[in-house]
């Protein structure tokens, strides 16, 4: 017999706009997925994997800004969800996560597959919430009903993020012979009404008087989806001489107005005084360039960071105002109410910019053949409508030294694991029929080849893939790079190609080794195809460092003043 509790839960879910469910097989989470599966309005996929499960969910709810379902069995089947759970929750990416447990009686007696499920995931979701156990009294489905809609108006509601429902269950698991999954009866919807923060009249004049005293303004978005409108107010500020807005491509704010070359010069001493700002303005998340955050901190610019709710990080170690309101509100204020910037600082962050927009593509094109040029001439291939996902380590950096893109990028930067890249681009590839690329290295390539490990289709999968043979960034790092145990206890060198994988999984595959190779393998890279296609770039990692350090100092000779 199905618990009446267990459909109510899957029914609330479907009333609430969830569409989508990523299920790993069990048996003690067999009512809760039997639900779910049988729901009219619900897609289910299975997952084996729950490592993969989880980043596959994850991957699906980024792009459909709306919860994805996750549902395992229990024991170490929750634990493997929570590298993903911890990415998703400090990217602000809503899960509902769903653990089947033992009955609390049985806990810690040493039954089988039984841990410690209250509260796994501790600070690294929204909340957790433990399922009644028992349905005696009428008031325990009541609260049952209002846990779930809790449970998902917290996963949407700012910041959005993971939450965690854990289900103690007893047998018998499977319903019986002719039983019917009734999904119509009377449950109580909760709503929740959104409202947007807005600057109070008071707030605007205390503002006001604050920029008067700025007028070397830089505008830093973290990361986030593409918005148009942000796009729209933050070239409007630059083409009016108003500020600066510096774009890691993370922050898909990219444009012909913003500053996108800045790694090449901010660590070069003898041209950052006269680019320091005085007001730093932020939003969104993170930023992948270690030069900005650097420089930032050391200008001891005044910081104001835009943000509607949630806690605040102090990135910049300059945080005066932290102000509760959306980009576009405060951005369309900024438009109004600040005068002209000051000409040399505007002029000297084009410059630079300009400087490198006109050499890079030049000095690369000179360079042997490797990791950067392999990734230009990639770039160069890619269609507008594609979805990039960058793996960390290299290929985030490589992409992010290129300059301006205009596709989607997504990188997992809320840990900045290496462990969920293929997963995550999987589960984007179930929501779209526009074509994704991973980027990705080698160690992060196989440590998460479990993506693949399923049953569903992605004919619009493509993924490119630098194997070295090791951890490459390793070398680029002066502290391991200095030592003797650098090759086997960092780079940790393997000898893997994916010629096998693609071959075990029925993806076409082109292993390249030069330039020809790989201009040969691109001109049909992108047409359409039944199957994901690989291309395989082989580089020593040896000398993928010596190119990016001839590079930088190719470009350090063009930039330094005379």
């Known amino acids: 017999m199905i618990l009446k509790p267990i459909i109510d839960l899957v029914a609330i879910c479907a009333k609430k706009g969830i569409r989508n469910a990523v299920l790993s097989p069990g048996s003690r989470c067999a009512p809760i997925t039997l639900a779910f599966v049988r729901h009219p309005d619900i897609q289910t996929k299975t997952i084996a994997d729950e490592r993969s499960a989880a980043f596959i969910a994850m991957g699906m709810a980024q792009q459909l800004e709306k919860p994805v379902v996750l549902v395992c069995t229990s024991g170490s089947a929750a634990l493997n969800y929570f590298p993903a759970i911890a990415?998703?929750?400090?990217?602000?990416?809503?899960?509902?996560?769903?653990?089947?447990?033992?009955p609390p009686e049985w806990i810690d007696q040493w039954d089988g597959q039984t841990i410690r499920q209250n509260n796994v995931y501790g600070e690294h979701v929204k909340a957790s919430f433990q399922f009644p156990d028992e349905f005696g009294h009428p008031d325990k489905e009541w609260h049952a009903q209002r846990m779930v809609n809790e449970a998902l108006i917290l996963s949407t509601s700012y910041p959005a993020g993971p939450v965690h429902i854990n289900i103690p269950l007893r047998e018998p698991f499977y319903p019986e012979k002719g039983e019917i999954f009734d999904f119509s009866s009377n449950i109580n919807l909760i709503?929740?009404?959104?409202?947007?923060?807005?600057?109070?009249?008071?707030?605007?004049?205390?503002?006001?008087?604050?920029?008067?005293?700025?007028?070397?303004?830089?505008?830093?978005?973290?990361?986030?989806?593409?918005?148009?409108?942000?796009?729209?107010?933050?070239?409007?500020?630059?083409?009016?001489?108003?500020?600066?807005?510096?774009?890691?491509?993370?922050?898909?704010?990219?444009?012909?107005?913003?500053?996108?070359?800045?790694?090449?010069?901010?660590?070069?001493?003898?041209?950052?005084?006269?680019?320091?700002?005085?007001?730093?303005?932020?939003?969104?998340?993170?930023?992948?360039?270690?030069?900005?955050?650097?420089?930032?901190?050391?200008?001891?610019?005044?910081?104001?960071?835009?943000?509607?709710?949630?806690?605040?990080?102090?990135?910049?170690?300059?945080?005066?105002?932290?102000?509760?309101?959306?980009?576009?509100?405060?951005?369309?204020?900024?438009?109004?109410?600040?005068?002209?910037?000051?000409?040399?600082?505007?002029?000297?962050?084009?410059?630079?910019?300009?400087?490198?927009?006109?050499?890079?593509?030049?000095?690369?094109?000179?360079?042997?053949?490797?990791?950067?040029?392999?990734?230009?001439?990639?770039?160069?291939?890619?269609?507008?409508?594609?979805?990039?996902?960058?793996?960390?380590?290299?290929?985030?950096?490589?992409?992010?030294?290129?300059?301006?893109?205009?596709?989607?990028?997504?990188?997992?930067?809320?840990?900045?694991?290496?462990?969920?890249?293929?997963?995550?681009?999987?589960?984007?590839?179930?929501?779209?029929?526009?074509?994704?690329?991973?980027?990705?290295?080698?160690?992060?390539?196989?440590?998460?080849?479990?993506?693949?490990?399923?049953?569903?289709?992605?004919?619009?999968?493509?993924?490119?893939?630098?194997?070295?043979?090791?951890?490459?960034?390793?070398?680029?790092?002066?502290?391991?790079?200095?030592?003797?145990?650098?090759?086997?206890?960092?780079?940790?060198?393997q000898a893997l190609s994916a010629n096998h994988l693609a071959a075990e999984y029925g993806f076409e595959y082109v292993n390249c080794t030069d330039e020809d190779q790989l201009d040969t393998a691109l001109e049909g890279f992108y047409k359409k195809s039944i199957h994901p296609k690989i291309i395989e770039i082989q580089s020593e990692s040896v000398s993928n460092a010596l190119v990016l350090k001839w590079v930088k100092e190719q470009m350090s000779g063009i930039l330094k003043p005379n």
């Open 191 to 493: 709503e929740a009404i959104s409202v947007l923060p807005t600057l109070s009249e008071e707030t605007q004049a205390k503002l006001r008087s604050k920029l008067n005293k700025f007028s070397k303004i830089l505008i830093v978005p973290g990361q986030q989806r593409p918005n148009g409108q942000i796009q729209k107010f933050l070239d409007e500020l630059v083409l009016s001489q108003k500020a600066i807005v510096v774009t890691d491509n993370l922050s898909n704010l990219q444009s012909a107005q913003t500053i996108n070359c800045h790694d090449h010069f901010l660590g070069l001493k003898e041209i950052n005084g006269f680019l320091n700002p005085d007001l730093i303005v932020s939003f969104g998340k993170s930023i992948i360039s270690k030069n900005l955050k650097l420089f930032l901190r050391k200008s001891k610019a005044v910081h104001w960071h835009i943000q509607p709710g949630g806690y605040v990080p102090d990135t910049y170690q300059s945080l005066a105002f932290h102000i509760p309101t959306s980009p576009c509100l405060f951005l369309e204020f900024l438009k109004e109410n600040v005068s002209s910037g000051n000409t040399e600082f505007i002029q000297g962050w084009k410059k630079m910019d300009q400087l490198v927009r006109e050499n890079l593509s030049k000095i690369i094109t000179e360079a042997p053949f490797g990791e950067y040029k392999a990734i230009q001439k990639c770039l160069e291939k890619l269609p507008e409508n594609t979805k990039i996902h960058l793996a960390n380590s290299m290929a985030v950096r490589y992409v992010n030294l290129l300059g301006m893109r205009e596709q989607e990028i997504i990188c997992n930067r809320g840990t900045s694991g290496i462990d969920g890249t293929n997963s995550t681009a999987v589960g984007c590839t179930f929501t779209t029929k526009d074509q994704v690329t991973i980027i990705t290295g080698d160690v992060a390539f196989f440590y998460d080849r479990n993506a693949f490990w399923h049953n569903y289709t992605m004919p619009n999968l493509r993924i490119i893939l630098l194997n070295n043979h090791a951890g490459g960034i390793f070398r680029l790092i002066e502290g391991p790079a200095n030592q003797p145990e650098l090759e086997e206890y960092f780079e940790t060198e």
């Open 87 to 102: 990415e998703a929750y400090f990217q602000q990416i809503p899960l509902l996560v769903i653990t089947a447990d033992r």
